[in-house]
């Protein structure tokens, strides 16, 4: 019982390790824990103690997850809350990291990307040009209603 006791000390240290260097949510980190083969009872422990002493925390992970994948990605939110709900986290938490985006910002991102994808086709026929600019951004996770909303300032 002792050796097993000093594994999992071990096994903490190595997380709150981890989660110290960069944002880790909950999911990803009892992936990690798993492979050391430990029982279930102390994975949660040890999950529980990360986050009792602030090492992990979801909705902070969540937040710091949509602010970087909208400012270097600039990933829309469709494609960002998939790549959140594909890590097993909680609908109310998304959504609290999605309102971290400013709608303006985002309108602009939005925008901006669907302007320098029209300019890769100028030669192309309107039509065509609009399905370019249409498919690449809703590739990029943004809203169709929004995509549609804004591509006749985009595509004359």
Same mark, same amino acid.
């Given at each position: 019982? +002792?050796?097993? *006791?000093?594994? $999992?000390? #071990? ?7 981890? @989660?110290?260097?960069? +944002?880790? @949510? ?9 492979? &050391? ?9 040890? /999950?529980?103690?990360?986050?009792? #002493?602030?090492?992990?925390? *979801? +909705?902070?992970?969540?937040? $710091? ?13 469709? =494609?960002?809350?998939?790549?959140? =709900? ?7 938490? /998304? %959504? ?10 985002? /309108? =602009?991102?939005?925008? $901006? ?14 039509? %065509? ?6 498919? &690449? ?5 943004? +809203?169709? #209603? ?6 006749? #300032?985009?595509?004359?």
């Amino acid at each position: 019982m +002792e050796n097993h *006791d000093s594994a $999992a000390r #071990e096994i903490f240290m190595k997380m709150a390790q981890l @989660c110290s260097r960069s +944002e880790q @949510c909950s999911a990803d980190i009892r992936k990690k824990i798993a492979a &050391f083969d430990i029982v279930q009872e102390v994975v949660d422990e040890i /999950i529980e103690k990360l986050k009792s #002493e602030k090492f992990l925390d *979801d +909705e902070r992970y969540v937040k $710091a997850y949509v602010s970087d994948k909208f400012r270097l990605n600039k990933w829309g939110r469709v =494609k960002m809350r998939y790549y959140l =709900k594909a890590k097993g986290l909680p609908d109310n938490i /998304i %959504e609290v990291g999605m309102t971290a985006i400013d709608n303006d910002q985002y /309108i =602009k991102v939005l925008l $901006a990307t669907m302007k320098e994808r029209a300019k890769k086709y100028k030669s192309a026929e309107k039509y %065509e040009r609009a399905a370019h600019v249409i498919r &690449f951004t809703q590739s990029r996770g943004f +809203e169709p #209603e929004l995509i549609h909303r804004y591509l006749n #300032e985009v595509v004359k």
